[in-house]
């Protein structure tokens, strides 16, 4: 063999070997969000940093990490647990210790299936004082006859609190009545006292026609409404809740403004806001009722962009998962 011909050879088994090195290298990176076990972690790797208090970091493959601050638990009881002392048995994503929350309040999340009884378990909000704000029942969105983790939502809607601060607390169903049966996760909360503005975005088909009177199905025919809402660290999901509802006045619908929200089962998740400006809204939606013609599914589309747009830090929306809004 040539000298020539060697160096080829040995070249050649050079690149080959750098190309497999790199296909490791990327294969691994590609998987490292799989060994994410906080906060830190998560944000050091460039994961996206949710829109909460305290911050959240999502991993892509839906684990969130809390970037935990100090808390209190309520001194009305001595078995009352930090939100983490009982991630094995109940999560709860859209509300974190000391956030500060309003009405109308939705709680989703996560538990295991005999946290449930008949898919569902009690859920209160009390005030400092102990006095009861509003109470319901959190529903499985999924059959609950497992013991792995089944997804649950509420929304309560409560008076305007006396105090500054209060507990949200989640108990176990427990049909049997024993008490050694009894559990429950307990997460502190603060109310807000002050209020703000906000735009929410609803249609009006007279607006939205081309020269032959044919209707567009584009943001053109989109109609602002203001509501006023209290002030939390999280506006971007208050109004997003908040137009999902749906709630127009008699003037309003008077006046020609319509709306198909609210739609049976259709929910926020989250709303992820990196820096870079790119939202993405992730909606449950177990009836499919945000498809069902292009037309429609481009105008609840443009409603949820609009609403979310108000806010300057958004630059673009992407919506998860993406059969929502699909025709």
Not at 1 to 22: D, E, F, K, P, Y
Not at 292 to 313: P, W, Y
Request: with cysteine.
């Amino acid at each position: 063999m040539t000298t020539g011909t060697s160096r080829s050879v040995v070249g050649g088994v050079v690149i080959i070997g750098v190309i497999a090195l790199g296909f490791l290298y990327y294969s691994k990176r590609s998987n490292d969000y799989s060994a994410v076990t906080n906060f830190s972690e998560c944000k050091q790797a460039g994961y996206p940093i949710m829109e909460s208090y305290p911050e959240k970091c999502q991993t892509p493959d839906g684990r969130q990490f809390t970037n935990e601050v100090a808390t209190t638990t309520p001194s009305t009881s001595t078995t009352t647990l930090p939100i983490t002392g009982k991630e094995n048995l109940i999560r709860v994503t859209s509300v974190s210790s000391n956030q500060i929350v309003a009405s109308p309040l939705t709680i989703e999340g996560m538990a295991r299936g005999y946290w449930y009884f008949e898919a569902s378990f009690p859920v209160e909000l009390r005030d400092g004082n102990g006095k009861v704000l509003a109470s319901g029942p959190a529903t499985a969105r999924t059959d609950w006859m497992t013991e792995e983790f089944v997804p649950f939502s509420i929304t309560l809607t409560f008076a305007r609190p006396v105090t500054a601060t209060g507990t949200l607390i989640l108990h176990k169903d427990n049909p049997s009545g024993l008490p050694e049966n009894d559990n429950e996760l307990r997460i502190p909360v603060r109310f807000s006292t002050t209020e703000r503005s906000v735009s929410l975005y609803y249609y009006d088909s007279r607006l939205d026609k081309d020269s032959s009177g044919n209707i567009l199905c584009s943001a053109k025919g989109l109609v602002s409404v203001t509501r006023t809402i209290p002030v939390t660290q999280t506006p971007l999901q208050d109004a997003l809740r908040l137009m999902l509802t749906g709630n127009l006045t008699a003037a309003e619908k008077s006046a020609g403004v319509t709306t198909e929200f609210p739609l049976s089962g259709v929910s926020l998740i989250s709303a992820t806001l990196p820096a870079n400006g790119a939202l993405t809204i992730s909606l449950a939606d177990p009836l499919n009722k945000t498809s069902g013609g292009a037309c429609r599914a481009q105008v609840l589309r443009a409603q949820v962009e609009a609403t979310a747009k108000q806010f300057s830090q958004v630059k673009s929306v992407t919506f998860s998962p993406a059969t929502v809004f699909q025709p």
